[in-house]
């Protein structure tokens, strides 16, 4: 795995366990207070993995990768949660 992938997945398998333990754990009433906190978190998982890596050369694209590719989970996670419950 590059060093731009290896910095990025583990944010998206925090934003997926996240996803599912909402699924399993919230009020339904509840999902889109937790999932706000979910992305939320994964902006700020997503700022100290980045700023920690040595080489800031692509900064930018790996953060846009990292917190775009977790607000698309989120906003799948949205809708399938939404629908589910309705």
């Known amino acids: 795995m590059t060093s731009r992938l290896s910095s990025i997945v583990p944010v ?4 997926i366990v ?6 399993i754990l919230a ?19 997503t700022c100290v993995v980045q700023l920690a890596l040595p080489s800031k050369e692509g900064l930018v694209v790996r953060m846009l990768l990292s917190i ?19």
């Open 27 to 45: 009020e339904p009433s509840g999902y889109y207070r937790w999932l706000g906190l979910t992305l939320a978190a994964a902006v700020l998982i």
């Open 12 to 15: 998206w398998l925090v934003v």
């Open 68 to 86: 775009g590719g977790s607000v698309i989970l989120l906003a799948i996670a949205t809708a399938v949660l939404a629908l589910l419950h309705v």
């Open 18 to 23: 996240g996803i599912v333990l909402i699924a």
